[in-house]
């Protein structure tokens, strides 16, 4: 197993670090992590070409209770969206650019990219 024997929050770092890593090896650049604002989180804020994507990651080491990214619900994405229009707001370099939602979803070892997840 990956992430072995950790803190929650661990497994969250460890977590977003492969997913980051996963997206610069597909081509991404990433430009934030974990942007906070009162409305909420972004784990990752990441440029593919002129796109401008944020990405909810999401990790289980069991489908026991189903897939990772069955839990970003629709309240999560909006609050998500949220988080973007505030990101878009302090970072008016990013305002031109077409955006879009993306889930990266670990199961144990195995990551799925949900590209346009949610709008």
């Known amino acids: 197993?990956?992430?072995?024997?950790?803190?929650?929050?661990?497994?969250?770092?460890?977590?977003?670090?492969?997913?980051?890593?996963?997206?610069?090896?597909h081509g991404l650049t990433i430009i934030d992590r974990n942007f906070s604002a009162k409305t909420g989180e972004i784990d990752l804020i990441a440029l593919d070409n002129q796109v401008l994507i944020f990405v909810e990651v999401k990790y289980r080491k069991s489908a026991l209770f189903g897939q990772p990214y069955e839990t970003v619900t629709r309240s999560k994405q909006q609050?998500?969206?949220?988080?973007?229009?505030?990101?878009?707001?302090k970072n008016t370099k990013h305002t031109k650019k077409a955006c879009r939602?993306?889930?990266?979803?670990?199961?144990?070892d195995d990551i799925t990219w949900l590209k346009?997840?949610?709008e």
């Open 1 to 25: 197993m990956l992430f072995g024997k950790k803190t929650t929050s661990d497994i969250g770092k460890s977590a977003e670090n492969l997913a980051a890593n996963y997206l610069i090896q």
């Open 79 to 89: 609050k998500i969206i949220r988080t973007a229009q505030t990101f878009l707001q």
């Open 101 to 108: 939602f993306d889930i990266i979803s670990i199961l144990n």
């Open 116 to 118: 346009h997840a949610f």
